[in-house]
């Protein structure tokens, strides 16, 4: 991972090859570092490694501080969420990638709510489209043996009155499949 604490922690001494990672939390938390770092670790050890970035938030200098080799990173910055998990989908499936992050789940947005107007209600469209990539992509990850690291922020439901009001974005598929949160 970059991180010995963190690889000691997974009690592995990094993330599980073959399975789908969840980094999530608050907004400045260091979630694309720590996938950054995952990244230069993989390309250090001879691995092919993706970037999409839904975001289209990558810092290109900073990203190189960190020891990755741009010039050997695949980015992606789709303009919708099923081009994104798509390209994700094909990136698995070549077995040619060890590393694939996805930046981040909350920017995979629909192509219904972006053709759409301002004040249209999609409800659910967002988990549903997470819950058929995931269903997907999850016998091409294992068969491949290649790390899917996911980028999730927090949100706050509303009305919570007991318990945790901070959730994840992307319904619960994500949760369920994610090997590491």
Known sequence: TGSLGLDIALGIGGFPKGRIIEIYGPESSGKTTLALHAVAEAQAAGGNCAFVDAEHALDPTYARKLGVNLDDLLISQPDAGEQALEIADTLVRSGAIDVLVIDSVAALVPR???????????????????????????????????????????RLKIGVMFGNPETTTGGNALKFYASVR
């Open 112 to 154: 219904a709510e972006l053709e759409g107007e301002m004040g249209d209600t999609h409800v659910g469209l967002h988990a549903r489209l997470m819950s058929q990539a995931l269903r997907k992509l999850t016998s091409s990850i294992a068969r491949s043996n290649c790390l899917v690291i996911f980028i999730n922020q927090i």
